[in-house]
Structures are given as structure tokens and as C-alpha cells.
């Protein structure tokens, strides 16, 4: 079984909708991460989180927000999608005190 | 301001040796990870380096100089399989927070 799992794995979805990106991890790791990536720019982070109660914003959150409802649990959304938020999505995790990160297999987002 | 280079795309023979460079200019620089990236899916961890040398693990090898701002990816004895993104990334700042350059494309060819 992964250690880091993403639901979904693809959606299409119109502007103007909400949507939410699930991210569940069975590694017992207390950080938790959402980025994003495009052609050509790289991985860019949305928002972070240490512990339950410890949001961060990122390089990017405009248009976004996030909830961690659990240490394994960790949710992104889009409150009103846009096309430009067309994307592949992942989410890692990594230990405290321990800097590598690790990945799920991520979301492709198309918001026509 | 931070940033991270490196080429965009290369192209090796099987069998032979490829060095991918990655320069970076971050504040509160902490080390630099090297992930390689197959189409499509996850990113997954290759090395973490620190201090300043080589670090050797089977066929790949990572560089750091601190002074230069400067990191190297060494592959060798290329694999068909090793086609794939290599991220170069950037460990910044007291929160683990990665920045992320934006990838090097190798294609290794018969």
C-alpha cells in the first residue's frame, strides 16, 4: 500500500465550482505539504502544515485554502476554480526534525 | 531574492556518464535535495546533501559547494530507465520548506 495517497487522481471540473483534494498519509509524519506544478515552473508550495494546529501560507495559497482534520489527513480547496489553477497537484510529508519530503502520486486538475 | 537554475533539458547515450548542474541563491540555505521525476508521476528522493563534497550512492552521485551556490547531479552508467525530470531543490529557512527549480529533462538514447 502507498504511504501517501491522493484522491482523486484526475478531475474536470468548470470554473466557478468548489472542489476539494484529499491527502492521506500512513507514514505517522507530522509535516504535511501541498504544491502545484506547471510546464516549466517547477514544484511551487500552496500551504504547509507542522501539526494539527499549525497552518502556513506558501509561496502561492491565493485562491486556495486547506484543512488538516488529522496528523494523516491534510485537504486542499478551491473555493471558486479558475482555468489557471489547471495543474498537476501533489502532497507530501515529511518527519519532524527530519528535512526530506516525500510525495503522492498526485492530482491532474483541468478547470475548463 | 530566491532561485534556482538548471538546464532544461539534456540528452546521454546509454551506458555513458551525465552531470546535471544546478546553481541556487537562497537565504537561510540549509542543504540541497536532488529528486528525479518520471512523467506523470510522483517525484522521488535521490540524495541530500549538506556539507560541502560528493556524495556517491550506486550510479548516482550528488555535489555540493556551499561558497559557489552550486550542486551536481552525476549519473553513470546510464539506464533507459533514467530518462526522466531531475528537480534540483533547495532546503531554505527554519520550517523545512523546499524551493525548487525547475527541473532538467534527460532523454538517454540506445
Known amino acids: 500500500d502507498a504511504d501517501v495517497t491522493q484522491t482523486p487522481r484526475n478531475r474536470i471540473t468548470k470554473t466557478g465550482k468548489r472542489i476539494m483534494l484529499e491527502c492521506s498519509q500512513t507514514?505517522?509524519?507530522?509535516?504535511m505539504y501541498w504544491y502545484r506544478q506547471d510546464p516549466g515552473l517547477g514544484l511551487r508550495l500552496i500551504y504547509y502544515s507542522f501539526d494539527v494546529k499549525d497552518i502556513n501560507k506558501g509561496e502561492i495559497s491565493d485562491g486556495y485554502s486547506v484543512s488538516r482534520q488529522a496528523q494523516a489527513k491534510f485537504s486542499l480547496s478551491l473555493e471558486s476554480a479558475i482555468p489557471n489553477q489547471t495543474a498537476l497537484y501533489f502532497c507530501?510529508?515529511?518527519?519532524?526534525?527530519?528535512?526530506?519530503?516525500?510525495f503522492g502520486p498526485g492530482t491532474r486538475l483541468l478547470v475548463l | 531574492g530566491q532561485n534556482i537554475d538548471q538546464p532544461t533539458e539534456m540528452t546521454a547515450t546509454e551506458g555513458a556518464i551525465v552531470q546535471i548542474n544546478c546553481t541556487y541563491q537562497t537565504s537561510g540555505f540549509n542543504g540541497l535535495f536532488w529528486y528525479q521525476q518520471h512523467a506523470g508521476e510522483a517525484p522521488t528522493f535521490l540524495s541530500y546533501?549538506?556539507?560541502?563534497g560528493l556524495e556517491e550512492k550506486g550510479r548516482f552521485s550528488s555535489f555540493l559547494s556551499r561558497s559557489k551556490g552550486y550542486s551536481y547531479l552525476l549519473l553513470k552508467e546510464l539506464q533507459m530507465k533514467d530518462s526522466a525530470s531531475y528537480l534540483c531543490a533547495a532546503s531554505s529557512g527554519g520550517y523545512n520548506k523546499l524551493i525548487f527549480g525547475a527541473g532538467t529533462r534527460l532523454a538517454v538514447h540506445p
Open positions: 546533501n549538506v556539507l560541502d
Open positions: 507514514k505517522g509524519h507530522d509535516r
Open positions: 507530501a510529508t515529511s518527519p519532524q526534525g527530519h528535512e526530506t519530503q516525500y
